[in-house]
């Protein structure tokens, strides 16, 4: 098998043009990027079993989470009658891949996940949007303005992990034609008359600055539009921060769009507390009740990390997080107020003076996922993070959350903020969250970021899932 050279990439939610911009600059169109960081480990057959750590040859031990370390250290429901089934989630992104069906189905062999009970590739932008032989055909190589490549990687991190967390629900993969506004509008007008009461996975955005004075306000209201079309069927949004601080390498912090609009759930990053520069984990060496951590996770040996064979280490529990903020791969989570919108009424009383993020997910690079990618010609395997992991992760939990509602003769969730802000007002908040009171969103060489505190803040919204329980109160609601 041909040798592929382990690399180190970052895909930024980005600067849209080569020279900065200022606020109320005129643009005639605007591209998404996807929120998404990637380091490249080598062929699938190289999966290192002794998970939470890997081996990679540019950056040495660095530390990886399988499936099943992340559903451990967020407490989802151990019951494997509630798996999403009888729900839909729908992935939206920009190009899709040609490989992906198949990536999936070797996601779900290497880690023992059962198949979907439908994966459908819809192609919004298509005259005919049910047949996939109508998708564009990707080009890695092409179009680089438009990070083709990356969108491909995106949709193999958004398809498996939202899979992942909830096997039972039918996954569609909504794929538009290009990156820009215009096209990723019209592939979710068309999901969203397809998939009434679905759950809508988002990780892409673009820095408000490019859409604030009259910057194309015809594709902002068209996707302000959708949403809310969608939430009155049923609809859940779901919508990355952003991968470059609260400023994104500008002078001014800024939400990222579409997670700032009223009906999307915007979703920051977290790392784990205590982070693990790389190649500094521990082995954990001892049975239980003795426990190690990895930073989100806890686990217990005997094992030995990074072995390619049995004894594994074996996943506790949750360890800890604090704000994700990583400088050696400069890369920060997204996290501020809004340039465009105003304070929403479920986030009156939290000291707000424009629309704020809403919760939190893991989105280290060191303490990423494995994604298993086929866009080289043969299968590889990424460590993948950035505030794109937490979108379809989410989107997975709210299928749970649907599903149970139906066995409770409810309808789906749909616009989910109310529900979180009245969680988070309740006693039940520290039952159902976990509150992130460290660390900073300011990227390294920027002038502003927000530091993580008791209660909401702007760096990592009500905080991350104890999902089992946050189960439990979003079906009473």
Not at 255 to 277: E, I, K, M, W
């Amino acid at each position: 098998m041909k040798k592929i050279l382990t690399i180190t990439a970052l895909v930024v939610t980005a600067l849209m043009l080569a020279t900065p911009l200022g606020v109320g600059t005129i643009v005639s169109d605007f591209y998404y990027k996807p929120s998404l960081s990637y380091v490249q480990l080598g062929p699938l057959t190289t999966l290192p079993q002794g998970i939470p750590l890997c081996k990679s040859a540019s950056l040495g031990n660095i530390v990886c989470y399988s499936p099943s370390f992340i559903k451990k250290a967020y407490e989802f429901p151990s019951t494997s009658t509630l798996d999403g089934s009888g729900q839909t989630i729908v992935i939206v992104d920009a190009f899709g891949s040609p490989t992906i069906a198949n990536d999936l189905a070797l996601f779900d062999a290497r880690f023992g996940i059962s198949a979907p009970p439908s994966f459908t590739i819809f192609c919004g932008n298509s005259p005919t949007p049910l047949d996939p032989s109508t998708c564009p055909v990707v080009n890695i190589n092409a179009n680089p303005k438009h990070d083709e490549f990356g969108w491909t990687i995106e949709t193999s991190l958004d398809v498996e992990y939202a899979h992942a967390m909830a096997p039972g629900a039918n996954i569609v993969l909504d794929v538009a034609s290009t990156s820009s506004g215009n096209a990723i509008n019209d592939a979710e007008t068309a999901a969203i008359a397809a998939y009434p009461g679905a759950i809508f996975s988002q990780s892409f955005g673009i820095p408000e600055i490019f859409l604030t004075g009259n910057g194309n306000p015809g594709q902002v209201s068209q996707a302000q539009a959708n949403y809310a079309n969608g939430v009155a069927k049923g609809d859940t949004f779901f919508a990355s921060a952003g991968d470059t601080g609260a400023t994104f390498g500008t002078n001014t912090a800024m939400a990222n769009f579409p997670g700032s609009d009223l009906h999307n759930t915007g979703v920051t990053g977290t790392q784990g507390l205590p982070y693990n520069a790389t190649g500094t984990l521990t082995p954990c060496t001892t049975a239980t009740p003795f426990s190690c951590t990895s930073g989100l996770s806890s686990y217990h040996g005997p094992c030995v990390l990074g072995r390619t064979i049995p004894p594994n280490c074996v996943p506790d529990g949750y360890g800890g997080e604090q704000v994700w903020n990583e400088p050696s791969f400069g890369a920060a989570t997204g996290g501020a107020q809004s340039l465009l919108f105003g304070v929403p009424s479920y986030q009156a009383g939290l000291g707000l003076s424009a629309r704020g993020p809403d919760v939190d997910y893991n989105a280290a690079i060191d303490g990423g996922v494995l994604v298993v990618y086929g866009g080289f010609g043969f299968p590889v395997l990424f460590i993948v993070g950035g505030t794109s992991a937490g979108s379809p992760q989410w989107a997975g939990i709210t299928a749970l959350v649907n599903q149970a509602r139906a066995n409770a003769g409810k309808g789906p969730i749909g616009d989910l903020n109310p529900a979180l802000y009245a969680i988070y007002h309740s006693t039940r908040y520290s039952t159902d969250f976990h509150d992130i009171t460290v660390g900073s969103d300011q990227l390294v060489g920027t002038p502003v970021g927000f530091s993580a505190g008791t209660g909401y803040d702007v760096a990592s919204g009500i905080g991350s899932p104890v999902v089992d329980q946050l189960i439990v109160d979003l079906t009473a609601a």
